[in-house]
């Protein structure tokens, strides 16, 4: 049996890797995968796979190609989900902030530094023609940490994946002022360097695992209230989202890279451009 670490966020996203895991998919072709979730989000994640605490990570494209860029020993082997992120902006539910045009020069609270959260603010005030060098920030680590910034005033506005955040929407706890998709498909799969070139057969065989399941996801029965049942949302919700929702079971093309470099290069978020050779591999 060949154990095989993984790294995502505990998010709707990710539940067909954990059907995959409790059918015994994995084992049956003897791989024991093992699930880490992380709420930290992309920053951690770029770092567990900088430090060898996981071989593959499930991960916003935006935050590992800037950390591929700055030297993550990994690659970019598949696109997961093909369709954008929404991102919800947020505030506190008695912010005096009632317009995304009154969050300009206010500080936003962020998972950490080249997370998406941090690396969306840029990609938000461009669209809003903000000047992105005055963006402040407040690094707050998990929604929780979020929650606890908005309401005491450390941060003004918080930007999170809008249906994962729709619950603290409907409590009161957040306000959503805007939502901002992101330009480019939002998740792609990253595997440490070192681990493709020694289990290239392992990854291919787990890669088809997870493309099978994802191709049919959409229609497993009921999948709708399972996913409102775990991650405590609303039915319509969950519809709402899996009719926006696009898994993927194809690499990342070269033009769409490009696209990703040359906006994170504009936003002066990495200065210089790396190679398709050095992001991308096949398996």
Known sequence: MKTVKIAGVPEHFNLP?????????????????????????????????RDGETDIAVILTEG???????G????????YVDSPLIWGIHVGTNSSYQTLAD?????????????????????????????????????????????EALTNGTADYFM????????????????????????????????????????????ALLLE???????????????DRTLASKYHQKTEDIQLWLSLTKWSQKPLEEKVLNKIQNQLFDLKIIDKKGTFAEIVKAV
């Open 17 to 49: 890797w954990h059907l995959c895991i409790e059918n015994g998919e994995f084992e049956e072709v003897g791989i024991n995968l093992q699930w880490t979730d992380v709420p930290e989000g992309t920053g951690k994640m770029c770092q567990m796979l």
């Open 64 to 70: 590992i190609v800037k950390d591929i860029v700055g």
């Open 72 to 79: 993550n020993p990994s690659s970019i082997v598949q696109v």
């Open 103 to 147: 969050l300009e020069n206010t500080k936003a609270a962020i998972s950490r530094y080249g997370s998406g959260s941090h690396l969306m603010a840029y990609v938000n005030a461009q669209n809003q023609n903000w000047n992105t060098e005055q963006l402040q920030f407040e690094i707050v680590n998990t929604i929780d940490g979020a929650v």
């Open 160 to 203: 999170w994946e809008r249906f994962m955040t729709q619950p603290l929407v409907d409590k009161g706890t957040f306000r959503r002022v805007a939502d901002c998709p992101t330009p480019w498909p939002c998740f792609v799969i990253a595997v440490r360097n070192e681990f493709i070139e020694k289990n290239s057969p392992t990854l």
């Open 209 to 223: 695992i997870i493309n099978n399941t994802t191709v049919e996801f959409k229609d497993i029965p009921s999948i």
